[in-house]
């Protein structure tokens, strides 16, 4: 870790990629490490998943666990052409599944579907806790952010809510515009702030400057254990995701959101990093 670039989200150009990183540290971390890495490496073969079923030929990301033939192999297995594969996650088999039945289904997102499942599967899987409560994060944020979607087009909410914890029931069953979710989610003001902005890109800036500064804050005396190189990771994620956009116009834009973000967080000074 001391050795690795420091990473700031406002460089929206990074100087190092996930595939790097991960190339360095199959030499350089044990078994059990590299397994609780492979849960958010399983992330990128979600969305390869889609965008199999949607193209067979498509080009795919390289940072999952699967091949492009394993994953079409998955779509055999789950459609019931090939019973021999059922290695691969029971939750993308059952995606594939599903997506087969309601790809035609007006307010079907395949990109949300497979995401809440796959942070379903983590919340549940992943024996460690900084990472479980990332996921748990996403999975709470990704629900919100879904309800609020289904709230606007006039959808039934419960229908595209995942998970049966106590945050998802309260968004199935309350009418509040917060669900009522404060007591649960320390954090819920600054999602409800982000859900309120009506520029799309601006808005998912805005929460991957929440996520960032979650990480920061979780990790701050943590600097060199699995937990940090995760987060490290997630960081890096968020970086090349954005870099694919106007270079300046997104550091500007990444710098004053975390501006505003620092100004009303509620944590001390010391735990936001510079």
């Known amino acids: 870790m001391a050795g690795l670039p420091e990473l700031q989200l406002s460089d929206t150009k990074p100087g ?26 399983l992330r990128h073969d979600c969305q390869n998943l889609v965008s199999l079923l949607r193209n067979p030929e498509a ?23 090939d019973l021999g594969t059922s290695a ?6 059952q995606f594939v599944a599903d ?13 949300d579907e497979v995401l809440l499942t796959y942070y379903d599967y983590c919340t ?23 309800a609020m979607i289904a709230r606007r087009q006039g959808w039934k909410v419960s229908d595209f809510i995942k998970g049966d914890g106590e945050v998802q029931e309260m ?15 320390p954090y819920l003001s600054e999602i409800m702030k982000i859900v309120d902005e009506e520029d799309p890109v601006r808005k998912e800036r805005m929460l991957d400057a929440f996520k960032w500064m979650w990480l920061d804050e979780q990790t701050f005396a943590d600097t060199f254990s699995i ?16 870099a694919r956009l106007d270079v300046e ?15 009303e967080a509620e944590v001390p000074e010391e735990f936001i990093r510079k």
């Not at 199959?26 to 059990?32: D, F, K, P, T, V």
């Not at 997506?99 to 990109?111: F, V």
């Not at 116009?249 to 100004?263: A, C, V």
Request: charged share 30%; net charge negative; with cysteine.
């Open 88 to 93: 691969y996650p029971q939750f993308l088999r």
């Open 249 to 263: 116009q997104g550091k500007e834009t990444f710098e004053r959101i975390i501006n505003e973000l620092r100004s």
């Open 59 to 81: 080009e795919l990301e390289t940072t999952g666990l699967y091949t492009s033939e394993q994953l079409l192999e998955l779509v055999e297995d789950a459609r019931g052409i």
């Open 16 to 41: 190092y990629s996930i595939t790097q990183l991960r190339e360095e540290l199959q030499a350089e971390i044990g078994r059990h490490d590299e397994q609780l890495l492979q849960f958010l490496f």
């Open 124 to 146: 549940k899987r992943c024996p460690d806790g900084l990472m479980r409560r990332w996921y748990q994060l996403n999975y709470d944020v990704t629900n919100i952010m879904t």
């Open 171 to 185: 968004i199935r069953t309350n009418d509040a515009k917060d669900f009522n979710l404060g007591s649960l989610l």
């Open 99 to 111: 997506y087969d039945q309601n790809a035609s289904r007006e307010g079907y997102y395949p990109e």
């Open 227 to 242: 937990e940090a190189v995760f987060a490290y990771l997630c960081k890096l994620e968020i970086q090349e995701r954005w």
